[in-house]
């Protein structure tokens, strides 16, 4: 038995906890106050107190292995509000937003590097990086909000965990095709991938109105809490053992559990798990984007180009893959699809190890990501009342067609 | 920003979380069915998990750092379940407690060394570890038991809290002596420490009654947990740098916010937290305990001798101590303060970095820690159903004798 009470690296992670948090916080306060989405400002926060700004902190392995868990815990608490039913409701305009969602930001991107005069391979990962969406930014934003159970909301969820889905499959392909090496490793991929989402989503169905005993089975737990932890981080195991990311398997956790009778209590007791963990995962985010190299001119541009392109054909591919939601449930769709996070990263770290991305095309490529990130949430902000207040008007004008229910809701 | 949902140090962490929490469940459950305290259930299903054992996890710096963040958000739920009135109520005995914990245990060690023929220095180091209370376990014991607002558990509490004090006070001036370096750099501490328990004592009493929304200040915040999270990790920081235990910062916390009009509110939102991570921090103490030193004959035997002598004299300590609070209330009081942990494990070590304690008398030492804190549990299950009895009796007996009101509680 050592010390962990006593020992430095404790007080490392929870002075780096307290600085990080506090940032968090208030940044949020922040930009709440000045109506923007509180999550830029624990972003921004994180930024400040970081190795890149005032270096007050420098996140190690310890605090990125706890804001990950953060994001993790933020996922399941997305699940657990998400019923499957509403995700099947909305299944035609998910499923092709996600496909367009994936196949726009790569033509995008290869259409941009074939411009730059780069190879074909070096074009692909470009493209690859812009079509990977992260949930994490978005989902938070819409619960921020308040409108998790609304259709657009739905869409974009759905969507998102497809988009997952899809460019795992297609980084396998890629990178196996790089390699010279496509074969049975990328089919049981491509099936392992489908199947863990199918299966997860079918567990759900099944679990449907199971008994809370399930949970705190005798003496095993007061509170089905812990039982459903052991859940959510066994699912985020798998998912990140198939190559899918840990986030995509606590969401698929929170979809079953949801459909149980402890939902309710469930729900309650992740809010401070969630309220705590959630805003540290963003300020250690923060924490590792390098804004500064925005002050190099070329590098700037070639990021500003690329994520305007990338959120430009992320919001292109909601507005047509949603459009049965109306232009503005449509637009808040793409919007929210547009934040690029872990997966665009690891795209362009494989780019890197490959050689088919020069370091500054990698950080070029990098800081688009970055800025999709940032620049998502603003604009989401933007969107989302408009949003709400058109489905608000659908559902109030019942039959009606739904630009025209839209176009009274803006009238208003 | 890097990728802190796909790096392998997550699914390290994730996977560890997974498989410690899990064997703490399942000790836990199997403890509490053969009516023993979970706790030891989660020490020994973190054993067994462990590298001494299965070797299924190796719990690296992120574990243990999770793992210290879990016993001081367990300390800072038990401070939160404690109200400075009570305390002062219990003065007295708690003070004793401390005092007499401290003398007797290192009576008992110097004792022990020099009949070994160990040096002077040696046998203080032998006699320090034995004296210094880990809190952590007891109260874990209490909460489970439901027993945080009886007598004996606040003079237990009160006691360990002025006993860390005195211990810390005690290390400076022993390292100080050893390494012929005593003056101000030790007088500052003992200042710097008494001063920390006092002013926060005093803050507690002065925060009684502060409303709510000192906590959520305008937009800062939806619930008062993040800000009062801050304030324990701050306090648990000063306290760290002081050279007192972080956990003695944040049952500090706990105090100072118990008194405010939040604590109703808090108490239900750090349960989740504390029932994740308190587990978690047992299991990984567990994971680092090497019970298989017991294989050695000779090292068992030398390390159970000095595990029951530090249990007798912190057992006779308590009995003397706290004698006003009746036979068995005293013996539970004695019972509590048996656990040693952090504190006693670094005392260890500075002996053997000061090259004062062999290898294998080290080792002795360590073990009987270690046996200290898995016994205790154990014998904290039997005494305090019969002291929580007999306080009973004496409150239902008014004005009787507390001997003759627990001779009659056990009559019963």
């Known amino acids: ?133 992260s949930i994490g930014i978005t989902s938070r934003v819409l619960a921020d909000l308040g409108v998790l159970e609304r259709r657009f909301s739905r869409v974009i969820i759905g969507a998102a965990v497809i988009d997952d889905v899809l460019a795992l499959i297609l980084i396998g392909i890629v990178s196996g095709v790089a390699s010279g090496d496509l074969g049975i490793a990328t089919l049981i991929l491509v099936v392992a991938a489908v199947g863990f989402v199918g299966l997860g989503f079918a567990a759900a169905r099944r679990a449907r109105g199971l008994r809370r005993e399930v949970f705190t089975w005798p003496l095993f737990a007061d509170t089905p809490l812990v039982p459903a932890f052991l859940v959510m981080l066994g699912l985020a195991i798998l998912a990140q053992w198939i190559g899918l990311a840990a986030i995509i398997g606590a969401f698929v956790a929170g979809l079953i559990v949801a459909e149980t009778e402890a939902q309710d209590e469930l ?53 047509l893959g949603a459009r049965e939601l109306g232009r503005w449930g449509a637009l808040a769709v793409g919007v ?7 997966v665009g990263i690891v795209v362009v770290q494989l780019g890197l190890s490959l050689g088919l991305l020069s370091s500054d095309l990698f950080s070029a490529v990098l800081i688009a990501v970055v800025l999709t990130t940032v620049a998502a949430p603003v604009l989401l902000g933007t969107v989302i009342p408009r949003a709400t207040l058109a489905e608000e008007a659908v559902a109030a004008g019942g039959g009606l067609d739904h630009d025209a229910a839209c176009a009274r809701a803006e009238t208003r």
């Open 267 to 319: 729900e309650h007791e992740i809010r401070p798990l969630a309220s705590i963990f959630a805003p540290f995962f963003f300020a250690v985010t923060g924490a590792q984007i390098d804004l500064t190299a925005l002050l190099r001119p070329e590098l700037a541009i070639a990021a500003l180009v690329l994520a305007v392109l990338g959120v430009t054909a992320k919001v292109l591919g909601g507005v």
């Open 1 to 133: 038995m050592t010390a962990p009470a006593a020992g430095g690296a404790e007080l490392d992670i929870i002075l780096g906890l307290f600085v990080l948090l506090l940032a968090a916080k208030v940044g949020e306060e922040a930009f709440r106050r000045l109506g923007q989405p509180g999550v830029v400002g624990e972003l921004l926060g994180g930024f400040v107190v970081g190795p890149n700004a005032l270096a007050l902190v420098v996140p190690g392995e310890t605090a990125k292995a706890l804001g990950g868990l953060g994001v993790v815990v933020l996922l399941f608490a997305v699940g657990l509000e998400t019923r499957t039913d509403d995700l099947l409701r909305v299944g035609r305009p998910a499923v092709l937003t996600a496909v367009l969602g994936v196949v726009l930001p790569m033509v995008v991107g290869v259409g941009y590097g074939l411009l730059l005069g780069e190879e074909v391979f070096t074009t692909v990962f470009i493209g690859l990086a812009l079509a990977a969406t």
């Open 336 to 342: 929210g699809m547009a934040p690029r996070g872990e």
